[in-house]
Structures are given as structure tokens and as C-alpha cells.
């Protein structure tokens, strides 16, 4: 198996422009968790997913971030409009279950809003 | 509020000594404790775990302890090679996980 997938690695983008970042868990994991990490915060939990239907929406900052599963091999967390504070790295997971299960991390999207 | 806390944000230690990372916890809830490494331009990768149940757990070079009473863990890494350079993450889980904002342990050769 290729391990988690995320796109773009890198994006760039003005502040008030639509982001979409985009992931592809490990095929037969039932679990799938976007994380941000910045300096002052870490690794952030923002939402997580289990077989597509959305769990935990606690961490997801604000209203103009939204995460949707359409199937079980593609997920995608959407920043609109976005801000310079929103420029952090930000991961996609995946497991087999969640809270003691080991989670598989993707390579992550550096996102930098100017 | 932060849960988990690494308050060292980095850790110096020579090649072949012993490094010890420590980690320490709010919520009593908490059942399961995990570590994780991540090298630069990755994603975090799993490296030892531990439940609330037990107090030691080793793996080769890595150990992690428990003290459940104060609420503490630390990873205990011996000896300590220049490939072990990389941030670590521990986290705890109540359900859904919760990490730390991480300790950068550079390993001197």
C-alpha cells in the first residue's frame, strides 16, 4: 500500500481565496482524522470520520472550515474564505479504529496564505 | 487548555547516551498513551504506546513509563543514535487522541 495520500504538498494562496486540500486514506482503514500543527498549538485534532459519516467536529476552528468523505478511498477539508492564520501544516490520517489504534499519517500540505 | 504538555520544546544529548523525553497529563480520563516521531517533511509516524493498566513498555531502545499518580510519562530512549534526531509527539487517549506540542531531540554525533 502507497500509505496515506495527501495533495498538494504545498500551497500558496491569497488571503480570501478558496482552499481545498485533498486525502486518500489507506484502503480498508475505517478511520480517517485531519489534523493542523502550528508552533503554539501542535498537532490539532479537527475533525475525524468513520466510514464516511463525520464523528467529531469539535476541533474545526470556524465556520469557514469544512471536511467532507464522499467514499471510503477520498476526503477533502475546504478553508473558504482562507486567512493568513489559517497557514499551518496540516495532516490527514487514517486507522483501523480510533483513540488507541495506531494512525497512519500522510506527508502532510504545507499551506501558506499571504 | 492543553491536556498533554511537553514543556521542554527541545532536548540536546550526545551520541550514545541515554535521552530521556517527558510528558505530562490533565485529563484522568486518559486510558492509553502513545509516541510518535516525525522527521522533517513527513507525517508522524508510531513509534511505542503503553496502556493505563501497565507502568513500563519496551521496544528495543525505546521504553515508555507511566506514572499514573502524577500524571507523568517519559520515553526513554538508550543509547541514542544520530538517526533518532526528529520531534516527538506523545499523545493520550480518551477516545479520540490528544497530542502534545511536541519536544525536538537533536543527537549529537
Known amino acids: 500500500d502507497a500509505g496515506v495520500i495527501q495533495s498538494p504538498r504545498h500551497e500558496v494562496t491569497e488571503m480570501g481565496q478558496e482552499v481545498t486540500l485533498r486525502c486518500k486514506p489507506i484502503?480498508?482503514?475505517?478511520?480517517l482524522f485531519w489534523y493542523r500543527q502550528t508552533m503554539m498549538r501542535g498537532l490539532e485534532l479537527l475533525i475525524y470520520?468513520?466510514?464516511?459519516?463525520?464523528?467529531?467536529d469539535s476541533g474545526m476552528p470556524e465556520d469557514r472550515f469544512s471536511a467532507k468523505m464522499p467514499n471510503a478511498s477520498f476526503s477533502t477539508l475546504k478553508i473558504q474564505p482562507s486567512e493568513p492564520r489559517d497557514s499551518a501544516v496540516y495532516f490527514c490520517?487514517?486507522?483501523?479504529?480510533?483513540?488507541?489504534?495506531?494512525?497512519?499519517f500522510g506527508p502532510g500540505t504545507r499551506l501558506t496564505v499571504t | 487548555d492543553q491536556q498533554v504538555k511537553q514543556n521542554s520544546p527541545s532536548l540536546s544529548v550526545q551520541e550514545g547516551r541515554i535521552s530521556i523525553l517527558n510528558c505530562d497529563y490533565t485529563?484522568?480520563?486518559?486510558?492509553?498513551f502513545l509516541w510518535y516521531k516525525k522527521y522533517p517533511a513527513e507525517g508522524p509516524t508510531f513509534l511505542i504506546s503503553?496502556?493505563?493498566?501497565?507502568d513500563k513498555n519496551e521496544d528495543g531502545r525505546f521504553t515508555v513509563f507511566l506514572n499514573k499518580s502524577a500524571k507523568h510519562l517519559s520515553l526513554h530512549i538508550v543509547p541514542s543514535q544520530p538517526g533518532d534526531s526528529a520531534v516527538y509527539f506523545c499523545?493520550?487517549?480518551?477516545?479520540?487522541?490528544?497530542f502534545g506540542k511536541g519536544i525536538t531531540l537533536s543527537v549529537r554525533p
Open positions: 490520517a487514517s486507522s483501523y479504529g480510533q483513540g488507541a489504534y495506531e494512525q497512519y
Open positions: 499523545a493520550a487517549s480518551a477516545n479520540k487522541l490528544t
Open positions: 470520520f468513520n466510514n464516511n459519516v463525520p464523528i467529531d
Open positions: 484502503s480498508g482503514h475505517d478511520y
Open positions: 503503553i496502556s493505563s493498566i501497565k
Open positions: 485529563n484522568s480520563m486518559f486510558d492509553y
